[in-house]
C-alpha cells in the first residue's frame, strides 16, 4: 500500500485507509460471523497501537478472532495460555548454557512474548509476578531479561482475555494495571440466525483460510496515519467533560456519579478515547472525528476504569450504566 502524504492528497488518503479497512473485514468476516461491532473496535485498538482486555464466557471464539486478524494483517501471532503456575521466564525467555564456537556462553532464547500479536488467554489465572512482567512490555514495549533489557518489534499488541462469571482460583489485575489497557470489549453470545452460520462453516471438513491483506509495516503506515485526523476543538471539549464527570470530586459531577462511583476515570482515558475517536473515523473513512465516534466508543475506554461505589454494587448498578447515564448529557 503507497500511502500519500498528508499534505498531497488527504481525500485520496482516507479512502485509500477506508478500502484496506474493508479488505480486513471482508477477509476476517469470511471465518468470524458477526460481532462487527467487536471487530471494529480491535481494529480501532491496533490503528492506536493499543492492548485490549476482552471479556467472554467460554466458546465465543475469542481465540479465533484473534488469531485470524493476525493472519489477514500478515502478523506474527502467539497465543500463551496463562495457568497458576506459569512463570515470567515461560513468556519472556530465558538464558541457557550452550556450547558455540566461541565456547560455552549463556545464549537468550526468546519466548511467546516475541510476536506481533498477543493472546493472553485468561490472563486472570496467573500470579500477579507474570502478570506485572506481561504489563511491563505492554507499557514499555521492551522487557528486561538477566538485567538486560531487549526491545520488543513493532507492531506489538496484546489481547487479554478474562472469563467474567468464573471467579475461584484467579487472580484480579490492580485498576492500576486494568488503566494500561486501551480498550475493554465485551464478546455477547450469537442471535439463533447467527449460531446456525456458525454451525454450517465449521462442522465440516473444508477450513476457511482467509487471505493476507496487510503486512507489519504497513499497519505502522496505517498507525501514523491516526495522528493525522482533524479533532476539532468542540469534540476535545466534549471528551474532556465526559471523563472529568467519571470523578465524584470532579467540577462536572452530578448526583448521579457521587452516589454511584468511587474512582472516575484518569487523565489516560481522555487520551485514548481521543486518540480512538480519531481511529474510528479513519476507519469509516471520514475527514475528523466527531461526537458520534466519542459516544461509540466511551464504553469501551471507560468501563475498566470507573470504579463503582458501595450503593452501585448493592443497587446492581454497574460501570456500563454509569456510562449510559453520562452519555445522556454528551452533546
Known amino acids: 500500500m503507497n500511502t500519500p502524504t498528508p499534505a498531497s492528497q488527504p481525500s485520496q488518503q482516507w479512502e485509500t485507509v477506508q478500502t484496506e479497512i474493508k ?120 522487557v528486561t531479561v538477566a538485567g538486560k533489557s531487549l526491545v520488543l518489534e513493532e ?31 465485551t464478546v455477547d453470545y450469537p442471535d439463533i440466525d447467527e449460531e446456525k452460520e456458525v454451525i454450517r462453516r465449521t462442522v465440516k471438513r473444508e477450513k476457511i483460510t482467509p487471505e493476507t491483506v496487510l503486512t507489519g509495516a504497513q499497519l505502522l ?9 482533524p479533532l476539532p476543538e468542540h469534540v476535545l471539549d466534549a471528551i474532556l467533560g465526559l471523563v472529568n464527570a467519571t470523578r465524584p470530586k470532579g467540577d462536572r459531577a452530578d448526583d448521579y456519579v457521587r452516589k454511584y462511583v468511587a474512582w472516575g476515570a484518569g487523565p489516560r482515558a481522555s487520551q485514548c478515547l ?21 459516544r461509540d466508543l466511551a464504553h469501551p475506554v471507560l468501563r475498566h476504569r470507573i470504579i463503582p461505589s458501595y450503593h452501585a454494587t448493592g443497587e446492581g448498578i454497574g460501570a456500563d450504566k454509569i456510562i449510559d447515564h453520562l452519555l445522556q448529557n454528551l452533546d
Open 23 to 142: 479488505r480486513i473485514k471482508e477477509n476476517l468476516g469470511q471465518v468470524i460471523v458477526g460481532q462487527d461491532q467487536v471487530v471494529e473496535r480491535m481494529l480501532v485498538a491496533l490503528l492506536c497501537k493499543g492492548h485490549c482486555l476482552i471479556e467472554g464466557v467460554p466458546g465465543l471464539a475469542k481465540t479465533l478472532l484473534v488469531s485470524t486478524l493476525g493472519q489477514v494483517l500478515g502478523l506474527s501471532f502467539r497465543r500463551i495460555q496463562f495457568t497458576p503456575d506459569l512463570m515470567p521466564s515461560d513468556i519472556l525467555g530465558s538464558e541457557i548454557l550452550q556450547d558455540t564456537p566461541e565456547g560455552r556462553r549463556f545464549v537468550f532464547l526468546q519466548g511467546p512474548l516475541f510476536a506481533n500479536l498477543i493472546l493472553a488467554d485468561e490472563i486472570n489465572r496467573t500470579p500477579p509476578k507474570t502478570q506485572s512482567a506481561l504489563l511491563e512490555a505492554m507499557q514499555e514495549k521492551q
Open 155 to 185: 507492531p506489538f499488541v496484546v489481547f487479554a482475555t478474562q472469563n467474567p462469571i468464573e471467579h475461584e482460583g484467579t487472580y484480579p489485575l490492580p485498576e492500576a494495571q486494568l488503566d494500561r489497557f486501551f480498550f475493554n470489549l
Open 221 to 229: 503506515e496505517l498507525q501514523n496515519l491516526v495522528y493525522d485526523v
Open 274 to 294: 481521543t486518540l480512538a475517536a480519531r481511529a474510528l473515523a479513519l476507519a469509516r473513512g471520514r475527514h475528523g472525528a466527531s461526537i458520534e465516534e466519542v
